[in-house]
């Protein structure tokens, strides 16, 4: 089962560019890597996706390293409601996990 | 899209009483996905469905746990009988690509949960 490794918790101050990473050491060759968002009593919600390199979006960037064993969400001057729990479910049976606990204070 | 619809949003039950949870996918999303998270286990994957037919089912926590999907646009999660232990949010999420394998698994659209509580 590919599962995925993150910090359970991080904590930042507002205006901060936060750096959240994974580690899917399992990945398989054709898997992407993909980020979600959940807030309190909601479900999870898509954020992002990459095979390899640097993605961006309007929400945040993806780095993944050339060995994909990694993979680091970058969140550009974040604000209090950034304050969420971010997962990298990794592989075909999607594996959450507990995700990581980002909380942004003012 | 009205998205991937949960019922019920709260359910409150005894321990030993049956329990169906049910979901309505996005219209044209081909796979289906049941999770349950607590604050010990997290996010955790019990079944997925592709084109209605179950593919996987090894987080099925045991026998008492049963899932369907009778046609496209249904799917239900049943307990039966149910234990505290099963106390949960129970999640539902459906993606336009097939379940296995899927190659851009970005695309899962997850409700917004039932909140179980056995007493």
């Known amino acids: 089962l590919a599962k995925t490794t993150q910090p359970i918790s991080m904590d930042s101050y507002e205006g901060q560019e936060v750096n959240i990473t994974c580690s899917h050491n399992?990945?398989?060759?054709?898997?992407?890597i993909t980020w979600y968002q959940q807030f309190p009593s909601q479900g999870p919600r898509f954020i992002i996706q990459?095979?390899?390199t640097k993605v961006t979006n309007e929400v945040a960037s993806l780095f993944i390293p050339a060995d994909r064993k990694s993979s680091t969400l970058s969140l550009p001057r974040v604000s209090l409601s950034d304050t969420a729990v971010y997962y990298c479910?990794?592989?075909?049976?999607?594996?959450f996990g507990s995700g990581t606990k980002f909380n942004v204070k003012p | 899209d009205a998205g991937v619809i949960q019922s019920p949003r709260h359910e409150v039950t005894e321990m030993g009483q049956e329990v169906t949870l049910r979901c309505k996918p996005i219209?044209?999303?081909?796979?289906l996905f049941w999770y349950r998270q607590t604050m010990m286990r997290g996010l955790e994957l019990l079944i997925y469905?592709?084109?209605?037919?179950?593919?996987?089912d090894s987080g099925m926590p045991e026998d008492r746990f049963s899932a369907k999907m009778p046609n496209a646009s249904f799917s239900t999660l049943k307990i039966q009988p149910s234990e505290p232990r099963d106390s949960a949010v129970y999640f539902c999420?459906?993606?336009?690509?097939?379940?296995?394998?899927?190659?851009?698994?970005?695309?899962?659209?997850f409700g917004e949960g039932s909140r179980l509580t056995v007493l």
């Open positions: 999420a459906s993606s336009p690509k097939e379940g296995r394998p899927i190659v851009i698994p970005g695309e899962l659209f």
């Open positions: 990459g095979y390899k």
């Open positions: 219209s044209g999303h081909n796979s």
């Open positions: 399992n990945i398989a060759t054709n898997d992407y």
């Open positions: 479910p990794a592989g075909r049976k999607f594996y």
């Open positions: 469905f592709n084109n209605n037919v179950p593919i996987d």
